[in-house]
Every structure is written in C-alpha cells, then in structure tokens.
T-cell receptor, first 113, second 113 residues
Framework: DAGVTQSPTHLIKTRGQQVTLRCSPKSGHDTVSWYQQALGQGPQFIFQ???????QRGNFPDRFSGHQFPNYSSELNVNALLLGDSALYLCASSRGQGNQPQHFGDGTRLSIL | KNQVEQSPQSLIILEGKNCTLQCNYTVSPFSNLRWYKQDTGRGPVSLTI?????NTKSNGRYTATLDADTKQSSLHITASQLSDSASYICVVGLGGATNKLIFGTGTLLAVQP
C-alpha cells in the first residue's frame, strides 16, 4: 500500500520562473493539503483540496495555486518565483474532511537561485 | 491569533536517557492535538493524536499528555535510542468541518551515544 508520493524530490529554479509540484495521495484518501516548510520552521498551511475544489486557504498570495484531479492526485503551482519561496513543500492526504489523521509525503525541496 | 509554541528549541541527551518536550497552544476552536516526528529530509510521521477528552496516549516509548484546561501538552520519550534523533512537532487541529492544522516550530532532539 503506497503512502503519499511527491515529485520531484528536488528542484532548482531561478527567480521569476514558474514551478509545478505533484502529489499522489495515500490509497483510499480523497483530501489533499499542501504545506510550505522553511528551514528550521514548522510547516505552514497553503491550501486544501477536496472534491476537486479548494476548500481552505492559508495566508499565501495568489501566486500559489493548485488543482485536484478526479483520481484525487493534486498539483501545486507557484508563479513568479521569489528567493523566499525556497522551502520544502509537503503534501498530506486524509480521508474526507474533518479531523482525520493526515499522512505526509517526504516533500519536494525547492531551491530558488 | 492561533499559535503553537514548543520548548526547548533543541535538546541533546545521551542514549538510554528519558526526556520531555513541551507544547503550549492558543488555538480556538480546539479539536485535537498531535505529535509528529520528522526525520531530516523526510515528511512528518504521526506519533499520537489526542482529542479534548483524552489526557494521555502512548505509542511504544512515546507518551503524550494533554491538559486542555491549561492548554499544554508534553511528549515523554523513554529509554531514548539513536534513531529518536529528529524534530518533534506539536500540531493542533482546528475544530469545524475542515482539517486545518496549526504547527509548532518543533524541538530538535539529538541523541548521542
């Protein structure tokens, strides 16, 4: 039973570029949440997708957008990259909304030069 | 403002010793409190989840406590092992229909031989 898988594992971009990160949820899970984790900090909530719609959003600008597909997988898109976007981007999946346990992937390490 | 604070920021202990990590939160409405272990370069892994009515929960050598009145939690690690070296993150789940989580910044634990 595969857990949450994210791709790519590492990525290097330059300022102003655009990036797409991908996440496949754990089998049986239909809700995907995205987090940004800066070095030495706890994860910060970006947004959550359920039934292919964004249901909740954290304090992130519109440069951060996402999508959820019918198979529950999800993408995180970031436009006009800034140096401050360098971080570990984590995807977590759960079954339904509400207070269900979230299972995390190992993240995508994004470095902006 | 919803906030989760952890102490100490970092901790070094000898293998075989016990330790206790602290978490204070100001989150409303409160739904649950979780402790995660995050190894370097990996995603967080859930250790325990406690609801309002639970005041202790164990997972092997890990025991979490919750005092909902004082809004404090602790994670006690017994007979530490080298593999316990990681960041331990306290996370509070918001009440309501969503699965939004508020993360602390973590305690970095190093277990030395």
């Amino acid at each position: 039973d595969a857990g949450v898988t994210q791709s790519p594992t590492h990525l290097i971009k330059t300022r102003g570029q655009q990036v797409t990160l991908r996440c496949s949820p754990k089998s049986g899970h239909d809700t995907v949440s995205w987090y940004q984790q800066a070095l030495g900090q706890g994860p910060q909530f970006i947004f959550q997708y359920y039934e292919e719609e964004e249901r909740q959003r954290g304090n992130f600008p519109d440069r951060f957008s996402g999508h959820q597909f019918p198979n529950y997988s999800s993408e995180l898109n970031v436009n006009a990259l800034l140096l401050g976007d360098s971080a570990l981007y984590l995807c977590a999946s759960s079954r339904g909304q509400g207070n269900q346990p979230q299972h995390f992937g190992d993240g995508t390490r994004l470095s902006i030069l | 403002k919803n906030q989760v604070e952890q102490s100490p920021q970092s901790l070094i202990i000898l293998e075989g010793k016990n330790c206790t990590l602290q978490c204070n939160y100001t989150v409303s409405p409160f739904s649950n409190l979780r402790w995660y272990k995050q190894d370097t370069g990996r995603g967080p892994v859930s250790l325990t989840i406690m609801t309002f009515s639970e005041n202790t929960k164990s997972n092997g050598r890990y025991t979490a406590t919750l005092d909902a009145d004082t809004k404090q939690s602790s994670l006690h690690i017994t007979a530490s092992q080298l593999s316990d070296s990681a960041s331990y993150i306290c996370v509070v789940g918001l009440g309501g229909a969503t699965n939004k989580l508020i993360f602390g910044t973590g305690t970095l634990l190093a277990v030395q031989p």
